[in-house]
């Protein structure tokens, strides 16, 4: 019996459509960002003071993307889009993501809320508006998710480019 039920929920699999990839998503100042979960090497939750990190005896830098992206804009908290993941609000509290490249180099990225698991499908995902990349002026965020009642947008970071960006500019 366990092989019969074993083949069709492989067919019912096959026929469900895309539930789409997990990532990770955190909120830089002003806008929610997503990164595909194997590219998190750990995430550390933030009291007082970011920790100096080290790995394999090199240091690990940690940088405030939302500064490089946003530069020291301040808007009120009750203007900032919410997150919301099964039912709760994700938590505004300090987090420092470490992020992987598949070259095994690794950054820290200060985020301004606890990270959440979110499922995008590839249909979701669209080109970033030119508005977006000539704010910016960053080759490490180039696509990303349109609003939607149950989510704001949601912007997509590339790992590799984002760690080879930030490892280039401290050397």
Known sequence: MPVISSLRSQRLSELRPDIGQQYVAFRLRLAWFILPIDSIYRVISLEKH????TFSGQSVPAIDLGKLLFGQTKVPINSIPQLIVSGAVVVSKPSLIIVRSQTEDLIGLLSNSQPALQRVSPDEIVALPQI???????????????????????FFIDSDRLVAHILKKNK
Not at 50 to 53: A, E
Not at 137 to 154: A, C, G, Y
């Open 50 to 53: 970011i920790p100096k990190l």
């Open 132 to 154: 977006y990349s000539q704010r910016w002026k960053v080759d490490f965020i180039n696509s990303m998710t349109l609003p939607s009642k149950e989510r704001p947008s949601l």
